[in-house]
């Protein structure tokens, strides 16, 4: 008799990925096929054996427990580290909380932090654009 | 079907919130106390993903730093124990990945308590250790992951990386691989 249709069955079987009828198919294969009813039994028995193992609580190495805590005192405490963007937005916030905001004509204020921010964009575009033209001069430059 | 083995170590007592928000705050002594309370847990996952000691130790000491970095992320919906338990898991596959397996002879580490492993059919725990050890890598991990610990499969293609039919595959032939390694063990034909 060919099984091979069943043994594919059985590891589904097992999991509980079958429906309702692929099980009474499989079950009435198994009631007068004993290779694959033991089969059956022996990946079962393998599954318990393996998930008995899984239960059992396995001690640690001696002194694991100090080597974690040494290893642990050498961390900064948690939720301390933090993105170069979020520090470089907490520097800001405290240039802003210290210096305040600056007045415009007509009454209105602008912050600090934004005075600041636009600064370093627009040193940025300048800095783009010098080294554009620089890397143009040197290209053009006559040998 | 047998029942996931992530349901014993979840009734772990939890820490107390005091001890937690202390620990998360810095406290290190704190963080001591959770150590030493899932450390048996922490490193049983890691020495049967990985199967050897010097690596588990490695994970297991990965995982509570990734614990410790990570305890202002804790929520108290899940149980702190089932936290910590897929922190573990993913430390070890992590250092799996990152790390080859270390060649050391099956030892099988104490079980913590008096406990006189019964695993059943005539197979006792250095069977097991040893069997599992055999196994390629590739089976090894989602064999683990779904036998011994009883996680669901979509789960373990999450946690290895892997798609979820070529992860029931491993799982299936690692099965069939230990069925037959553990019928010689028991000096059957």
Known sequence: ?143 | MTPSNLHKWASLPDPSPADLARATAGDTQAFTLIVERYQGMVYSVAFNVLGNHTDAEDAAQEAFLRCYRKLPQYRSEASFSTWLFRLALTAAVDYRRREKARPEPVDVPDVAGDATPELGEGLDAVTIVAALGDLPEDYRVPTVLRDVYGLPYQEIAEVTGRPLGTVKVMVHRGRASLRLKLKTARGEA
């Open chain 1, 1 to 143: 008799m060919d099984c091979s249709y069943f043994r594919k069955r059985i590891n589904q079987y097992v999991d509980g990925e079958l429906g309702y009828l692929e099980v009474a198919e499989l079950q009435a294969h198994l009631s007068f096929c004993p290779d694959c009813a033991t089969e059956l039994a022996q990946v079962g028995a393998v599954r318990g054996a393996l998930a008995g193992w899984g239960r059992l609580e396995l001690a640690p190495p001696p002194a694991f427990g100090e080597r974690v805590t040494a290893a642990v005192e050498r961390e900064p405490a948690p939720g301390t580290q933090k993105l170069l963007g979020q520090v470089f937005e907490d520097v800001l916030q405290k240039l802003d909380d210290t210096l305040g905001a600056v007045p415009l004509p007509g009454g209105r204020t602008i912050p600090v932090k934004n005075l600041i921010g636009w600064g370093l964009a627009a040193a940025a575009v300048i800095i783009g654009i010098e080294s554009a033209h620089g890397r143009r001069s040197r290209e053009l430059k006559p040998l």
